[in-house]
């Protein structure tokens, strides 16, 4: 009996150690990463931004790019880009994209491919850091630049 409890308990003691101190969504990690002044769930920010924020629909680095909500993402989604790879090609830095044991998770440097008709990013697909396949085409809002007060485009 002895054996079970130690066995029990050290198998909890390990895994709250390796698990991640806390998830965080991805709201937080973009404005921690930019120091944008948004609030509210994600699929918010694109319309909360019409009056402080330039936006527009080519990816620029240090933008927020602002996913529209889903069935499958209710709440939407936003990411930083980190890097323009070419017309069609982007990476991202995000949190909180995966599902399961990867749910909360930062990522760096995930690509992202342009799969809009017109070559508009509205429409994307993320890559899928476990199997570095890319997942479903997820529509796309945006892309929101900074402060209107920062600088003139």
Not at 4 to 15: C, E, I, W
Not at 29 to 48: C, K, Q, S
Not at 76 to 97: C, E, F, P, T, Y
């Amino acid at each position: 009996m002895r054996r079970v409890v130690f066995a029990v308990g050290f198998a909890a003691a390990l895994l709250f150690h390796l698990a991640p101190a806390r998830a965080v969504t991805c709201v937080a990690f973009v404005r921690n990463e930019t120091g944008f002044g948004l609030t509210g769930d994600a699929w918010r920010w694109w319309a909360a931004a019409r009056e402080d924020y330039w936006r527009g629909h080519q990816p620029e680095p240090g933008a927020v790019i602002v996913f529209a909500p889903t069935p499958q993402m209710r709440l939407g989604h936003v990411a930083v880009v980190r890097a323009v790879k070419g017309s069609r090609k982007i990476l991202i830095d995000q949190a909180n994209w995966g599902t399961g044991p990867d749910k909360g998770e930062i990522e760096t440097a995930v690509p992202v491919i342009d799969v809009s008709p017109r070559n508009d990013w509205s429409e994307v697909r993320v890559e899928w850091a476990r199997t570095g396949t890319f997942g479903r085409v997820n529509p796309v809002n945006g892309f929101i630049y900074g402060p209107r007060d920062a600088r003139i485009r």
